[in-house]
């Protein structure tokens, strides 16, 4: 299913692409951030060597095969503004579970839809997935409103599904199956 380098997504705006120890100084400004960090399992990291392990958890995941990691980067400049991911590879069901956070000085640009759009035609066209999956804490308007905005079904509530922070949330469970996304829009498998 995974092959054994990252490739590079181009998109109009945007590279996704693997994330090395180069881009440490971006990292920590993503993850060190409480907004970014608000519905997510971490809390907001406090120093470089935390992004470190964050870079080194990205590659073994993806040696393992776990999950793929891209870093979003802007074409012009090649520098970081946040992460992309599919993991929880599930083979029999051609199932898997996209994230994403995006650097907060970089919200509400539309950087987070080209992503996830890019992936996820990346996990049907290159990956053969049928189903996509997300999970966001409620609360998460902007992420649920990425999804819808790209064809994901918000399908229900998984009941204290993660624990965020030390306490048991909910999750929001969205997905895409292949055939919404080619009904969604002028999708080219």
């Not at 609360?139 to 649920?144: E, Q």
Request: net charge negative.
């Amino acid at each position: 299913m995974l092959s054994d380098k990252i490739e590079n997504i181009k998109t109009e705006r945007l590279i996704l692409r693997e994330i090395t120890k180069d881009d440490v100084n971006e990292i920590f400004e993503i993850f060190s951030d409480e907004d970014v960090a608000k519905f997510d399992w971490f809390a907001p990291i406090k120093d470089i060597d935390a992004a470190l392990k964050f870079i080194q958890r990205y590659k073994e995941s993806f040696e393992e095969k776990e999950e793929i990691t891209w870093g979003i980067a802007l074409k012009e400049t090649n520098k970081l503004i946040g992460i992309c991911c599919l993991g929880n590879f599930e083979s029999d069901s051609r199932r898997a579970e996209i994230g994403y956070d995006i650097k907060k000085t970089e919200w509400n640009k539309g950087y987070a839809t080209e992503s996830v759009k890019a992936i996820t035609e990346y996990g049907f066209n290159k990956l053969n997935l049928n189903r996509i999956e997300a999970f966001i804490t409620p609360g998460n308007d902007a992420s649920v409103k990425v999804l819808k905005n790209l064809g994901y079904t918000q399908e229900g509530i998984v009941r204290e599904r993660d624990l965020i922070k030390g306490k048991l949330e909910d999750g929001i469970i969205m997905a895409i199956l292949k055939r919404d996304m080619e009904n969604f829009y002028d999708f080219k498998s």
